[in-house]
């Protein structure tokens, strides 16, 4: 089994910044691609960026420049640090994590529970 647990959520004012923390356990034999996607009341999910295990980065167009991720691959976790926060950033954010799995070395994708960021004055 493999969980994914996101942390740091919370209120922030326009302007401000969060750090969110997302790690992956379980029996883990590899992790790949790790991931942070947001979903805003009314809409669709989306991606906001994801990291490789060799840190290659990728990001949405309406966070480029503000957010920077980050990962730990000793430790399964990957971090996103979010600066010049706007209320359209307010959103539950949701880490996505690429794993393989033992002990039956099955690849497949995992989804934390999320975290909510609210920005607001």
């Known amino acids: 089994q493999v969980q994914v647990v996101e942390s740091g959520g919370g209120l922030v004012q326009p302007g401000g910044s969060l750090r969110l923390s997302c790690t992956a356990s379980?029996?883990?034999?590899?992790?790949?691609?790790m991931g942070w996607y947001r979903q805003a009341p009314g809409k669709q999910r989306e991606l906001v960026t994801t990291?490789?295990?060799?840190?290659?980065?990728n990001y949405a167009d309406s966070v480029k420049g503000r957010f920077t991720v980050s990962r730990d691959n000793a430790k399964n976790t990957v971090y996103l640090q979010m600066n010049s926060l706007k209320p359209e950033d307010t959103a539950v954010y949701y880490c996505?994590?690429?794993?393989?799995?033992?002990?039956?070395?099955?690849?497949?994708?995992?989804w934390g529970q999320g975290t909510q960021v609210i920005v607001s004055s």
């Open positions: 996505n994590a690429d794993v393989v799995s033992l002990p039956t070395m099955s690849r497949g994708n995992y």
């Open positions: 379980g029996r883990i034999f590899r992790t790949y691609t």
């Open positions: 990291v490789s295990s060799s840190g290659n980065t």
